[in-house]
């Protein structure tokens, strides 16, 4: 299956060396509201009014999305209401882990493991396939410097990105205020159906909430 919108995201907030993600505490968010568009994409999950409903367990055949399908389904059944921020919380321990373990099988990335002060575990993920975050990268400066069309995944990774604050690391050094308003632009165009426009307004506004919050939190 191709790459997740979430793990675009993942390869655009990782330094290509170090392996280290550019802001990780603020990842958890926007990792796991692009799985929650992926999964709307597939025709798995309708979102309308803020609220998830599971309406097709059938797995995808790829392990990430199936993992979060399959927890999202325990945790949204009997509940009355399944608001899209309700669940990004709950999932945000293991929404970040659950995208590095992908690329790694992906063979994108490598795990290494380190101690900081010898203590600490830490974990790191280099690059060894710079293709796709290349392909991913292109897509995002056609769309948004260059102001050309972009397709519904383009314009939904968008969408998550800007909601999230995560500017400089999908166009490391251009001025946050040149690329802002292209980037509302298509978060808020008619450029999808309906359904999958609502579950992106509803991610928007969840992501934007949490990113926020997480913001004051790494500020203590």
Same mark, same amino acid.
């Given at each position: 299956?191709?790459?997740?919108?979430?793990?675009?995201?993942?390869?655009?907030?990782?330094?290509? =060396?170090?392996?280290?993600?550019?802001?990780?505490?603020?990842?958890?968010?926007?990792?796991?509201?692009?799985?929650?568009?992926?999964?709307?994409?597939?025709?798995?999950?309708?979102?309308?009014?803020?609220?998830?409903?599971?309406?097709?367990?059938?797995?995808?055949?790829? =392990?990430?999305?199936?993992?979060?399908?399959?927890?999202?389904?325990?945790?949204?059944?009997?509940?009355?209401?399944?608001?899209?921020?309700?669940?990004?919380?709950?999932?945000?321990?293991?929404?970040?882990?659950?995208?590095?373990?992908?690329?790694?099988?992906?063979?994108?990335?490598? =795990?290494?493991?380190?101690?900081?002060?010898?203590?600490?575990?830490?974990?790191?993920?280099?690059?060894?396939?710079?293709?796709?975050?290349?392909?991913?990268?292109?897509?995002?400066?056609?769309?948004?410097?260059?102001?050309? =069309?972009?397709?519904?995944?383009?314009?939904?990774?968008?969408?998550?990105?800007?909601?999230?604050?995560?500017?400089?690391?999908?166009?490391?050094?251009?001025?946050?205020?040149?690329?802002?308003?292209?980037?509302?632009?298509?978060?808020?165009?008619?450029?999808?159906?309906?359904?999958?426009?609502?579950?992106?307004?509803?991610?928007?506004?969840?992501?934007?909430?949490?990113?926020?919050?997480?913001?004051?939190?790494?500020?203590?």
């Amino acid at each position: 299956m191709a790459v997740t919108l979430a793990e675009e995201i993942m390869l655009l907030s990782l330094d290509d =060396e170090s392996g280290t993600a550019k802001g990780r505490l603020m990842l958890a968010w926007p990792l796991g509201g692009a799985l929650v568009l992926e999964l709307s994409f597939a025709g798995r999950v309708a979102v309308a009014d803020g609220l998830l409903q599971v309406v097709d367990t059938a797995p995808l055949g790829d =392990e990430l999305l199936d993992g979060r399908l399959a927890a999202l389904a325990a945790w949204a059944e009997g509940r009355r209401k399944a608001k899209v921020g309700d669940w990004l919380m709950k999932d945000q321990r293991t929404s970040v882990r659950a995208v590095e373990e992908s690329l790694c099988r992906r063979g994108l990335v490598t =795990e290494e493991n380190h101690r900081l002060l010898g203590i600490f575990p830490s974990r790191r993920y280099p690059e060894v396939d710079g293709s796709v975050e290349q392909e991913v990268r292109e897509r995002l400066a056609a769309a948004v410097l260059r102001g050309e =069309e972009a397709d519904e995944r383009t314009a939904a990774l968008v969408a998550v990105l800007h909601a999230a604050g995560l500017h400089r690391a999908a166009f490391p050094g251009v001025p946050r205020k040149q690329v802002e308003p292209r980037m509302k632009e298509l978060a808020e165009g008619q450029w999808v159906a309906e359904s999958i426009r609502a579950a992106i307004t509803a991610v928007y506004a969840a992501v934007t909430a949490g990113a926020v919050a997480a913001g004051v939190a790494a500020s203590f």
